[in-house]
């Protein structure tokens, strides 16, 4: 379950979703990279870009869409995403480890249920 922080919920605007996105970070392995998550009009969400988002389950409802190559990564795994303004601008944050991704590539990540650390 992805929750929104107040903050989270107020810095995003009625038009808007939380993207989780997965960007690649290696060539000669397709599966590793790191995640983002960044807020847009649904509009935008078009044709072959929208195909590779999924609906996450999230509180509130349908704000969350997630990239097809980190879904199975945040399947069943609580997720807090916070908003602050830095310079004018809002950023999105979570409380997954700054080297989520690259653990998720590997296969080091913590089960959903586990407190944390590497097993």
Avoid: N
């Amino acid at each position: 379950m992805i929750r929104l922080t107040k903050r989270a919920r107020e810095a995003l605007r009625p038009d808007e979703v939380l993207l989780f996105d997965w960007h690649r970070v290696a060539i000669c392995c397709a599966t590793a990279g790191e995640t983002s998550v960044r807020a847009t009009p649904r509009a935008r969400l078009t044709g072959f870009s929208a195909d590779r988002f999924r609906s996450a389950a999230c509180d509130p409802p349908a704000v969350v869409l997630v990239h097809e190559r980190a879904y199975p990564h945040l399947a069943g795994r609580d997720v807090v995403v916070d908003c602050r303004l830095r310079v004018g601008f809002r950023q999105f944050t979570t409380d997954l480890p700054a080297d989520f991704g690259l653990r998720a590539s590997l296969g080091r990540l913590p089960g959903p249920l586990d407190s944390g650390g590497d097993k």
